[in-house]
């Protein structure tokens, strides 16, 4: 069995499984295997695949990956044994491997993309876990049953016209981008924030009464979120590090829509 070793904070996948060659049989395009930062202090062995959200260049979840899922580890909800955990949009299931082996939480696991959920199971399995995660594709919470505790979400960028102006894109690629985000689900942006409309319209039913969402977002949302619910920001603003975008700022807020 692979172990959570609190001396090196490495997670280990279970050695018995070469988890190429695993992802290889499940027909996943180009895998590869990286040993991903899920907090500055905690790191896991995983894989990814070519055309898949997943931890960045810089083999992390991605700096704002990061900085949730420590907002989430210092959370008083997840430890608690038995608590109902649900990620929406987990990518290739680090983040849900990781919380699963570090804490008694039951934890669900949702993605959009089927691709992103092949390559998470694969990462559960090789940790021994892939009974305890589970994973269901959803549109945000349309296919989820039940009441959770703690929803995390990191999320896509909402994003607008201006936001690709102010990195210089040009116009005719601006269009061409705005009309497939609108065509369709986009796995990395957020059209004009409807995503997020729509989960707050869906999220009171989905919390227990104490339940509360911790989300990445940008910090434009927080006009969006229905003045009955409670909205704490738990970080500082973060940069969103792409060219000539300095001024587009992303936090970590708790929200609560039955509190
Ligand atoms: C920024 S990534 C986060 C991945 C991972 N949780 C992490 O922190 O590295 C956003 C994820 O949300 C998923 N996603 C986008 N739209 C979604 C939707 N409508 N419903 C569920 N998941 C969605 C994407 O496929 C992607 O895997």
Do not use: C
């Amino acid at each position: 069995m692979g172990v959570f070793n609190r001396d090196n904070n490495f997670i280990s996948h279970d050695q018995n499984y070469n988890p190429r060659e695993l992802a290889v049989q499940a027909g996943i395009n180009f895998p590869t295997t990286f040993r991903f930062a899920v907090t500055s202090k905690v790191s896991i062995s995983g894989v990814r695949s070519r055309g898949v959200f997943s931890p960045s260049q810089n083999s992390d979840l991605s700096r704002y990956g990061v900085a949730l899922m420590e907002a989430v580890f210092s959370h008083p909800y997840t430890l608690d044994k038995n608590r109902r955990i649900l990620i929406l949009g987990s990518g290739v299931g680090l983040d849900a491997t990781a919380l699963t082996k570090m804490t008694n939480a039951q934890v669900t696991a949702t993605d959009i993309s089927i691709n992103s959920l092949r390559v998470a199971k694969i990462n559960s399995k090789i940790h021994g876990v892939e009974d305890q995660v589970n994973y269901i594709h959803s549109d945000l919470l349309d296919s989820v049953s039940g009441q959770y505790d703690l929803i995390i979400f990191n999320a896509p960028r909402v994003i607008t016209p201006e936001v690709f102006k102010k990195q210089g894109l040009p116009e005719e690629k601006i269009n061409k981008i705005m009309t497939d985000l609108k065509n369709g689900p986009n796995d990395l942006y957020d059209y004009k924030g409807v995503l997020f409309e729509r989960l707050m319209r869906d999220l009171p039913v989905k919390t227990t009464s104490s339940g509360r969402l911790l989300i990445m977002a940008d910090e434009h949302i927080q006009v969006h979120v229905p003045k009955l619910y409670g909205v704490k920001s738990l970080s500082k603003p973060l940069l969103w590090d792409l060219k000539n975008t300095k001024d587009h700022h992303f936090r970590i807020f708790e929200i609560s829509p039955r509190i």
